[in-house]
T-cell receptor, first 111, second 109 residues
Framework: GAGVSQSPSNKVTEKGKDVELRCDPI?????LYWYRQSLGQGLEFLIY????????KSGLPSDRFSAERTGGSVSTLTIQRTQQEDSAVYLC?????????FGQGTRLTVV | KNEVEQSPQNLTAQEGEFITINCSYS?????LHWLQQHPGGGIVSLFM???GKKKHGRLIATINIQEKHSSLHITASHPRDSAVYIC???????????FGTGTRLQVTL
């Protein structure tokens, strides 16, 4: 595609429910990143995929968070048993090794 | 202390003013990025640099590797430049970004 695509753009969920956020990176980009931006906070790293290598999960805040990247392309970030503190904008970015291109983000609200 | 520090946190300028945003970092880096985030919008990469200076339109970015410092300059500022400007660094090829807290710029008429 022309850019990084994320869906949904907005998601409201009840506390305790599971959610899945999707990222379609730019075709051919081997690196894919998930970041989170909480209200009034800066951006924080969550997880990074590079080709067929094991992902760098060092930024995931708890074991309720997981992500996978199928076929080296689309990625899904899953949050289980959502909590109110999970409310944030979740941003995906992809890269071919240099500049990173960001999606528009998914705004998650846990009520 | 954050690995990436930006100043100022907030900046208000009048249209036409020359603007400088500063970024200091404390780790070894392979590249430094300047990003722009408009309210409600996504993030756009403005520059990626590892040495020297880059210019794009009214935007100029410089980096001093020895001093671990970078500056983003906006010449002839305009209200449409109002956004959050974020400095971020990478420590290796295609590695994760470590972000500064951002500088919120408001340019008024």
């Amino acid at each position: 595609g022309a850019g990084v695509s994320q869906s949904p753009s907005n998601k409201v969920t009840e506390k305790g429910k599971d959610v899945e956020l999707r990222c379609d990176p730019i075709s051919g980009h081997t690196a894919l990143y998930w970041y989170r931006q909480s209200l009034g906070q800066g951006l924080e790293f969550l997880i990074y995929f590079q080709g067929n290598s094991a992902p760098d999960k060092s930024g995931l805040p708890s074991d309720r968070f997981s992500a996978e990247r199928t076929g080296g392309s689309v990625s899904t970030l899953t949050i289980q048993r959502t909590q109110q503190e999970d409310s944030a904008v979740y941003l995906c970015a992809s890269s071919s090794g240099a500049e990173a291109f960001f999606g528009q983000g998914t705004r998650l609200t846990v009520v | 202390k954050n690995e990436v520090e930006q100043s100022p946190q907030n900046l208000t300028a009048q249209e036409g003013e020359f603007i400088t945003i500063n970024c200091s970092y404390s780790v070894g880096i392979s590249a430094l990025h300047w990003l722009q985030q408009h309210p409600g919008g996504g993030i756009v990469s403005l520059f990626m640099l590892s040495s020297g200076k880059k210019k794009h339109g009214r935007l100029i970015a410089t980096i001093n590797i020895q001093e671990k410092h970078s500056s983003l300059h906006i010449t002839a500022s305009h209200p449409r430049d109002s956004a959050v400007y974020i400095c971020a660094v990478t420590a290796g090829t295609a590695s994760k970004l470590t972000f500064g807290t951002g500088t919120r710029l408001q340019v008024t008429l």
